[in-house]
């Protein structure tokens, strides 16, 4: 499946910023379920692309001068291999072991794991237990923020997908698992779904899995990959920090879409998009 990908999201404060930095994770890059056809940043100076220690691709937005609004936008194309279920890295997968604080479990978490999954650690247990939490945390826009660590989105019992991710590491690391963030978009006939997506990977037999619970999909069909990390915060698209400003006011709109592929005549050979080229934001 070929995916089209529109994404803006637009910063508005009451005040004049003096500064601002911004930690972009908005470029996906190739790997055995993804390859990337094209794709563009639209930001308002241009940025150099640096990869974190996930393997992401990174891009530091620094503002100088002041300001009182940011707009930074997304677009390309990427195509999808439908029938992959696991991907291979190099990598130690190790280091997704760790707890943080967003992904800390406490014992209620692990009591969970160990009764969901009957304390074995095969993608067919992990599997049930994604749909355990499916039903235990109710998918409730609104009901938490950015900073709701897994534990306090179980106990509560209501949540997002990001809330149902922090809350599959918490267990699967419980249980000895490395798993990690993931964030990315997914496309959905459903308008009632959102385009901009998170959801879990873990390492079973040598390889990664996908697990996302709000939607109860162990198989990625139709999901995007941007970024992966420990939490939230390691993965998340866009994440800044400002001086002045007052309040802020953010919109994002995320368009993801199918596309056909274009036909190429046979007498000329495709030439290859560029992974990134960074313009001004539109």
Wanted: net charge negative.
């Amino acid at each position: 499946m070929r995916l089209s990908i529109s994404h803006e999201t637009t910063y508005h404060y009451d005040d004049q910023v003096r500064a601002s930095i911004q930690y972009l994770r908005l470029t996906p890059h190739d790997s055995e379920r993804q390859q990337v056809l094209s794709w563009q940043l639209a930001l308002p100076r241009p940025v150099r692309a640096q990869i974190d220690p996930f393997g992401n691709i990174l891009h530091v937005l620094t503002l100088d001068e002041p300001h009182e609004a940011i707009v930074i936008g997304a677009r390309g194309q990427v195509e999808i291999d439908e029938k992959r279920e696991s991907e291979h890295e190099s990598q130690s997968s190790l280091p997704f072991l760790r707890f943080t604080r967003l992904t800390e479990a406490d014992e209620a978490i692990r009591a969970f794991a160990a009764a969901q999954t009957k304390k074995r650690t095969d993608r067919t247990a992990l599997i049930d237990m994604m749909h355990a939490l499916n039903e235990h945390i109710t998918y409730t826009p609104g009901a938490t923020a950015v900073d709701t660590s897994a534990a306090q989105a179980f106990a509560n019992r209501a949540g997002v997908c990001q809330d149902h991710t922090h809350a599959f590491l918490a267990c699967a690391r419980s249980l000895g698992v490395p798993a990690r963030y993931v964030s990315g978009y997914l496309y959905s006939d459903s308008s009632e779904h959102l385009s901009s997506h998170a959801w879990a990977e873990a390492w079973i037999d040598d390889a990664w899995y996908s697990f996302d619970v709000t939607n109860q999909l162990a198989i990625p069909e139709r999901h995007l990959k941007l970024a992966v990390g420990l939490d939230y915060l390691d993965a998340c698209p866009v994440r800044g920090m400002r001086r002045g400003g007052g309040c802020e006011q953010m919109h994002a709109k995320v368009v993801v879409s199918p596309s056909a592929p274009v036909a190429v005549p046979a007498a000329k050979k495709p030439v290859p998009a560029p992974m990134i080229q960074v313009q001004r934001q539109g």
